[in-house]
């Protein structure tokens, strides 16, 4: 083994308080998933650009590649893993990209719906344009994302108990 | 009958069979973070690869020395070529008949070559002791224009080739030369050009760019050495091919292989080809008797692993002053870059490049190909298109525009004036192939219609006209594009992989108590197979979809089938999963009848069951025949409800579309901006609409990214400038434009269920659309052609060059 010290890390993820030992140049993204398992969040690009590691770290969105595990230390982080209902049920933003097909090979979903998650909570009722910029920072090679923001207006419209209404193509 | 039978519609729906949009099974598992990637295995022991790579394009390599890296703490082992050989793997055959090394034996041909793999206890430690790996170079010169390759002073690339005059597709003309293909009569060819009213000749590039799936190529290798098994879990869109290459390469017994390829982060061709980290992690582990994981980062990716593209057409064209086309010649220079690793069926070096006489009735085409080397990333894969295709798509429908323009007629009104027409179909073309089906007009009127494509003529003409009045600084761009592809390779008649035909397959089993477990030969990654090909076996068999189960990707438990890649699952597998179906159907008409007491022709098939004619009370469910084959088999009959079929297709299919850009572009500044984007594609019968609009939209949202600016271009020392998603344009929710989809129905004529596959055609028709917007806007400025890609500075430079900048 390496013969790097190990520091102490403590943050609460998806309400868990977790406690470990890291190096210090440990990346956040590797110690969620290799560390704690969570491997919803995923890593593209390991620069920032695509955005498929993305988790919320005390309410705002932070792609986990290029921070460090200690600079989430007592940090209050939700993954996707978290997302869920406590019920167990999907949450409106997991069933609204089911139901809009916001999704196709689910690499970068986790991401995308753990962004869109804190950007509902930055702006409960965006529009189209606000949606797109709120999910610039996370690529998507699959959908051309057209889906994906009716996905968001779906979740958008449940969470306000408005009415759904699916732009005409 | 009570109120509680349901009705037919009922019935019929509660299948959720072909046609409907059934909501994907993948998503329940995908949109909880709970999909089974690579990168998500961990196994006990399990030990970390990586590649010491070559900062040169081309170099000697004089010296490799690990002994510091092998110092440091958690480092296992460092391989290089010499440790390859002795298990004679330090090169690897390619799809295309060439040979690639797998780390650098001596030299290498492109910067980030892997030159040598290190494996330690984790990811970190394998990044530091590659720092520490001592690699001397000697540089040598660089060839990275293609248009050099064959000079007689250009260096040799590939002194292993010494002397060697003939290559996996005939004679070579040069030591940089890989092959020369030419289909179609040439005299007859030079005959209609000679006799021509109107010639046209362009040299219309392809640039070199790169799939990029989101999720990169990775794989986790497995030696049992007590039991001589193998195991690999991989992201492989073509499972079985990867072992039954696993196995001729390291001999182990194929039935000793088990390749695995589970939930995979998008293809897109990136994932057909064996690459040196898969033969380096077998080996590793192989070496070490414990699993060895490599993961290939971003950069990695886009400057090693399958580049697609880098095909230089020149494009000529004969015609009468009517517009009538007669004769199509085009000459392609194709850069495979430092070995050809294309993935084609072995017996087309330039895939189905042969389908660029297009949706046109050429009588005659004489087409030539010839491959080079260059100090660039070996291939090319099909990014999201069948073999070639989208090269041919574009390149005959950027010459159709310029032989509008020479003829001054509307770019519309001339592909009309010489589509193939509906009666000439099964058409032969003059370049081989015999197009199966097709309604161009049909498509062409309704995509014209839809858009005012006359109305938005005449405001560009507006426009035109206010921009040479000095009233405004934007013109206008009706990108016009009519693609026919060439899809499901292929009848075993002329496609093969490494002498595997190109068959695909499905096995269905039926259980006692009605529900299905079914699995086929292709792998998908992101085109939602749980859920379509459910809907097809529904349909077949009247069991609903939600008791189907799919699965794919487990060559222990698969049949055998060539994989996904080139629209193939649905023209190829999608017939052997309805094929299968039917074999049951078959089946339990018999039980059923026995069931009934009447002859198997006596009864109907009626939605979920069969029916005595003219008694439609006395029926038995899909769900009772099931329990019956197994519990009481009419006598002498096997038990058991299960098919096998292996389905070589008779002919390609040929989808078809129509598509509409229309572009505004700021002159001062190069910004194009897509105002409307209308795509209307004939894929034949349609099984998932929801899912069919969804891959017609990414695969647009690609080739905007591809036309308009993404590239994998090289300095000319051979570094490589677009290996980070800083360089490289994939295209943000913002700059994506709103996608408008439509359709036209024109069934397969050979295909069980009348399908063509779909998920390629907007790449392939997309391209063109956007790149003829962008030329047809500056045409009246006197272009003729502005080489891809598309992106804002090339375009203000175009204004420039044409004089619009004032």
């Known amino acids: 083994m390496s013969d790097i010290e190990q520091i102490p890390v403590t943050m609460t993820v998806n309400g868990k308080k977790v406690q470990r030992f890291v190096e210090p140049r440990t990346l956040l993204i590797h110690f969620l998933r290799e560390d704690l398992n969570l491997t919803g969040p995923h890593i593209g690009c390991e620069t920032s650009h695509c955005g498929a590691c993305t988790v919320e770290m005390n309410g705002m969105s932070v792609k986990s590649c290029t921070l460090f595990a200690v600079q989430a230390n007592d940090a209050e982080l939700t993954t996707i893993e978290g997302m869920a209902n406590a019920d167990g049920t999907l949450s409106a933003l997991q069933e609204g990209f089911r139901q809009m097909h916001g999704l196709q090979c689910g690499f970068c979903t986790p991401g995308m719906i753990t962004r869109a998650h804190t950007l509902l909570q930055e702006n409960p009722n965006p529009t189209e344009d606000e949606i797109r910029m709120g999910i610039s920072g996370n690529l998507c090679r699959c959908t051309g994302y057209q889906n994906i923001v009716k996905a968001i207006q779906y979740a958008a419209a449940k969470l306000n108990g408005t009415d759904f209404q699916e732009a005409a193509e | ?806």
């Open chain 2, 1 to 806: 009958m009570n109120d509680m039978t349901p009705t037919r519609e009922q019935r019929e729906a509660a299948l959720e069979g072909m046609g409907c949009k059934r909501k994907r099974v993948e998503d329940i598992r995908f949109t909880q973070g709970k999909g089974n990637y690579v990168d998500d295995l961990k196994l006990p022991g399990m030990l970390f690869g990586d590649f010491v790579r070559s900062p040169y394009a081309h170099a000697k390599v004089t010296r490799i020395d690990a002994s510091e890296a092998l110092k440091l703490p958690g480092v296992i082992a460092v391989l290089t070529a010499e440790d390859l050989k002795g298990v004679n793997l330090a090169w690897m055959p390619t799809l295309a008949g060439d040979v690639q090394m797998v780390l650098a034996d001596g030299k290498v041909l492109y910067q980030n070559q892997e030159v040598a793999f290190v494996v330690a206890e984790n990811r970190y430690i394998a990044d530091d002791a590659i720092q520490l790996v001592e690699v001397e170079y000697e540089e040598l010169p660089v060839l990275v224009d293609p248009f050099k390759s064959m000079d007689a002073d250009a260096p040799v690339l590939r002194p292993d080739l010494d002397g060697k005059t003939e290559g996996a597709h005939g004679p070579r003309k040069h030591h940089n030369h890989i092959f020369t293909w030419e289909v179609g009569d040439k005299d007859e060819t030079s005959r209609a050009f000679a006799e021509a009213d109107v010639t046209i000749k362009e040299m219309i590039s392809y640039h070199r760019t790169h799939p990029s799936p989101l999720e990169t190529c990775q794989c986790v290798a497995s030696m049992d050495k007590v039991n001589g098994e193998l195991t690999v879990w991989g992201t492989f869109q073509a499972p079985h091919v990867i072992r039954t290459v696993a196995s001729l390469l390291s001999t182990i017994p194929e039935h000793k292989i088990h390749v695995i390829a589970p939930d995979i982060g998008g293809g897109f061709g990136n994932k057909v080809g064996a690459y040196p980290g898969y033969i380096c992690s077998i080996v590793a582990s192989i070496v070490t008797g414990v699993p060895i994981k490599w993961v290939e980062d971003r950069m990695e990716n886009l400057s090693t692993t399958s580049f697609a593209r880098d095909y230089h057409m020149t494009a000529q064209i004969a015609a009468k002053n009517d517009g009538t086309v007669t004769g199509l010649k085009v000459h392609v220079l194709a850069d495979h870059g430092g070995f050809d690793a294309c993935a084609d069926p072995s017996k087309w070096p330039a895939g189905f490049f042969n389908i660029v006489t297009g949706s046109y009735d050429f009588p005659a085409a004489h087409l030539e190909v010839d491959g080079v080397y260059t100090n660039k990333a070996p291939g090319g894969v099909a990014y999201r298109c069948s073999f070639r295709v989208t090269e041919a798509a574009y390149c005959i429908e950027r010459a159709m525009d310029i032989l509008a323009q020479k003829l001054s007629m509307d770019p519309a009104d001339l592909r009309i004036k010489n589509f193939v027409k509906p009666e000439q179909f099964p058409y032969q073309s003059a370049l081989g192939w015999e197009y199966d089906s097709g309604d161009y007009h049909t498509a062409m009127h309704k995509a014209m219609d839809t858009i005012g494509y006359r109305e938005l003529r005449a405001e560009q003409k507006a426009k035109q006209e206010a921009f040479r009045r000095g009233e405004t600084r934007e013109i206008m761009g009706i990108g016009v594009s009519f693609f026919t592809e060439i899809v499901g390779a292929g009848p075993s008649k002329n496609c093969d992989i490494l002498g595997v035909a190109m068959f695909d397959s499905a096995e269905i089993r039926v259980h006692p108590t009605g529900s299905v477990i079914s699995r086929m030969g292709t792998k998908s990654q992101g085109q939602g197979h749980e859920t379509t090909w459910a809907q097809i076996i529904a349909t077949e068999i009247g069991i609903p979809a939600a008791d189907i189960m799919v699965e794919e990707g487990n060559t222990d438990t698969a049949p055998y089938g060539l994989g996904t890649y080139g629209s193939r699952s649905t023209p190829v597998a999608g017939a052997a999963i309805a094929l299968a179906a039917r074999k049951i159907r078959n089946k339990a008409q018999m039980i059923a009848a026995h069931m009934l007491e009447v002859s198997e022709y006596d009864l109907d098939w009626d939605i979920d069951g069969f029916q005595v004619k003219g008694n439609p009370q006395a029926r038995k469910s899909m769900k009772e025949i099931a329990w019956a084959a197994y519990h009481a088999p009419p006598p002498g009959m096997e038990p058991g409800l299960e098919a096998v079929s292996y389905y070589d297709p008779p002919n390609m299919t040929y989808p078809f579309g129509a598509y509409f850009c229309v572009m505004d572009i700021d002159v001062d500044t190069g910004v194009a901006k897509t105002r409307r984007f209308y795509a209307l594609d004939d894929c034949g019968t349609r099984i998932n609409p929801m899912i069919i609009e969804g891959q017609v939209h990414g695969g647009l949202t690609e080739a905007f990214a591809i036309a308009m600016g993404q590239e994998i271009r090289y300095d000319e020392i051979g570094n490589v400038m677009g290996a980070s998603f800083m360089d490289f344009f994939i295209p943000t929710a913002v700059e994506t434009p709103h996608w408008e989809t439509d359709h036209t129905v024109t069934p397969s004529p050979h295909h069980p269920i009348g399908a063509k596959g779909v998920g390629e055609s907007p790449n392939v028709g997309g391209v063109p659309a956007f790149s003829n917007a962008v030329n047809d806007a500056f045409q009246f400025l006197g272009s003729t052609h502005i080489q891809m890609p598309h992106d804002a500075w090339r375009i203000w430079q175009a204004a420039k060059d044409l004089g619009a900048h004032g």
